[in-house]
């Protein structure tokens, strides 16, 4: 395992200040495998001290708590140069049972902070587009787009919807604009419906996207889709899949996207839940850089 990366760690209370963080190496090349690993462990269980009450906006004031600084160290940590076998050893251990939905609902709501953000300033720029592609995760999209593109064998004028679009509907997007695709996104909170459907026609692709108000159990909606993709923040997953393959047409097609490579399998909220025998895996794409996610193809059969 390579283990030579910087990590910022800090002393485990949560209300410590910022000139306590303390740069830490892990050690390098040479030093024992073990002290590595919980040296990632710590590292782990420290951030999860601190997202576990992230909403409490109080928190905020010590910038050692706060949201962007939690983000950046939990994308730090999970960017280690880890094999997925050390990787898989370090996270099954039991005491991370509880941390893990508190880091990914933290990830979530912060992920969905940054959309709200950037699709603001797609509204207020003179140029949208290019504010688009200024959000610092546009690439990964265009990159996980070609592949979902290729791997659901979609054609130029089929329709794909999706599962939890979001305030910044990123997906919808640039597979609609880069691959001629329509798009029908399906979100749960209303702000998000009504912000994201603005950005969509500051975007002018109001003809092309449309958002409707409601969850998985909106599903199946009357117009024909090619494809169904659920998003990796759409919860609860058991439910979600359990409907899909009681209330969808033997043949749909269903894609998601999972974390597995190296310790990103800590975001990873799939791999927890056991699919219903009637979906069937049909293919799976690792990541491509700067795509970290694997993308995962299921076709509805018979129940
Ligand atoms: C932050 S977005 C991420 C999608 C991203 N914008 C994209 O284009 O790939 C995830 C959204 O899923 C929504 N969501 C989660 N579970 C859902 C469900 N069961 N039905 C509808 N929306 C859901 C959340 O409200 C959140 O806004």
Redesign the pocket.
Known sequence: MTCTTQLYTSKPTAFTHSSDIHEKIIPGLGTSHDSCADTIAGEIMDIYSRVVDFDRKELYYNPSNHPKTLFQRLDQVIALDVDDTTAKAILSSSGFNSAFDAITGFR?HY??EL?IEQANAILKSSDPWQSLKNFAYFQNYIELARTEFRGARLKAGDTVL???????????IVLCREHGLKGIG????PD?VELSRRVIERLGLSDQIKIIK???LTLPIKEPTDLIMV?A???PKDV?FNHLAKATPTGTKISYRIYEKGLRRLLDTFSRYELPKNLKEYQRIRPTPPANNTSVFLSVGYA
Do not use: D, K, M, V
């Open positions: 979530s992920t969905a959309e999706f599962l939890g679009s979001g305030p910044l509907p990123l997906s919808l399906i979100e749960q909170e998000r409601g969850n998985h998003a923040q759409a919860e979600i």
